[in-house]
């Protein structure tokens, strides 16, 4: 495949999932009613067309000579100073994490067609799943810090307004809420890092352009760190991950199973550059993960709900890959994300809740009766 057909694939991927999700948006203000089938078949489309285009940009990735290719969008701005451009980056990594996301959500989105059948905010769901996806999508995709941190926010508003889905309650907004302030708070590390970068004037992509300074190096990899915290819900900032599971059990699975909470372990691999240069934002990094995975690891062993202990179990997972990204073993900590996000994607889906539950015990007290459940 050549690279100016991969330069043309590149945008689409994220875009196909943004552009369904404006369509889905400018039929819901325009009062349009949408049936069920309608809104399925559109998410469908959108979300097996990235993850065929994601296919074909990783097979074109193996092919060429480097297995990386830059696809320049033009520039934020230009002074004469300053240069902000715009760009997508793929290598493995990116393109492995792209095919992941896509068909993740492709899967969670079939699920959901039934999980959620006649239920009234149908197309809330839907819509919310399509920006979800084209946020992470763009994270996953972004060449520099200032495009993933575009992707990043639209993945945090996507995924607080997952979690308060069920709004005719006040735990779910009071969780959605408390979610939304951690995302805000640890993002504007990722903020600070960009406009350090910039006062610098370096380059504001994955890895310092020329020597950096000893103190700018630590400063750029503390304030990463913390902005991966809130994604990851590392301490002190653990306490929304089991609260989010408020959200219906298809996005509680999307977001803090398979992707979402994983987007601080993806922030760590690809800046690792900067954690190379500084090992005190690596002790920094190691030390919160540590003492994460250790408290995770004690909370999941007493839940009594099967979700909150899938919430705690993946934590522990995830400060685990961070500690690995600490020691500088990106490839083993890659491989560790793929797999749990595979398995606990599984797991999560697969999880009853206490009203499905309810619900088949009512219909049958036999095992096979018992086993089924709403959304099969």
């Known amino acids: ?15 196909l999932p943004a552009l369904a999700f404006l369509l889905l948006a400018s039929a819901s203000l325009a009062g349009l009613r949408l049936s069920e089938r309608f809104v399925s078949r559109v998410t469908a489309l959108a979300l097996s067309s990235a993850f065929a285009l994601s296919v074909l940009a990783a097979y074109g990735v193996l092919q060429l000579p480097t297995q990386q290719l830059v696809v320049d969008l033009g520039a ?3 002074s004469a100073d300053l240069e902000l451009p715009m760009t997508l980056l793929l290598d493995r ?3 492995a994490m792209a ?20 239920e009234r905010r149908f197309l809330r769901f839907f819509g919310l799943l399509l920006l979800f996806t084209a946020g992470m999508l763009l994270v996953v995709l972004a060449g520099n810090l200032p495009l993933l941190f575009c992707g ?3 993945l945090g508003i996507s995924a607080s307004l997952l979690i308060g889905f069920f709004d005719e309650r006040l735990g779910p907004v009071r969780n ?12 504007v590390g990722i903020l600070l890092a960009i406009a350090l970068l910039a006062h610098e004037g370096r380059d504001v992509g994955f890895a310092p352009s020329g020597s950096l300074a000893v103190d700018v190096g630590a400063g750029v990899g503390l304030l990463l760190t913390l902005g991966s915290l809130g994604k990851s819900a590392q301490l002190p900032l653990s306490g929304w991950l089991p609260r989010a599971m408020e959200g219906p059990t298809p996005s509680s699975a999307l977001c803090y199973g398979a992707l979402s909470v994983h987007a601080g372990v993806y922030l760590m691999l690809r800046c690792a550059p900067f954690f190379e240069a500084s090992w005190v934002a690596r002790g920094v990094l190691g030390a919160i993960a540590c003492a994460t995975a250790v408290w995770a690891t004690l909370c999941a062993r007493v839940q009594t709900d099967v979700k909150n202990g899938l919430a705690f179990a993946s934590l522990t997972q995830v400060s685990l890959m961070l500690v690995e990204i600490a020691l500088g073993l990106y490839s083993l900590a890659l491989v560790h994300m793929l797999g749990h996000i595979a398995l606990r994607t599984l797991q999560l889906l697969r999880a009853p809740t206490p009203s499905t539950t309810r619900t088949c015990a009512r219909r ?3 095992p096979l009766h018992a086993a089924r459940r709403p959304g099969w």
Do not use: K, N, T
Not at 1 to 15: G, Q, T
Not at 176 to 187: E, Q, V
């Open 76 to 78: 934020w701005f230009r």
């Open 99 to 118: 095919v992941v996301s896509s068909g993740v959500c492709g899967l969670v989105g079939r699920f959901a067609v039934s999980y959620l059948h006649q």
């Open 1 to 15: 495949m050549s690279p100016e057909l991969l330069c043309y694939l590149a945008p689409a991927i994220p875009a």
């Open 176 to 187: 959605a809420l408390r979610a939304f302030l951690c995302y805000r708070a640890c993002d």
């Open 364 to 366: 049958s007290s036999g």
């Open 93 to 95: 990594l990116s393109v």
């Open 152 to 154: 990043w926010e639209l």
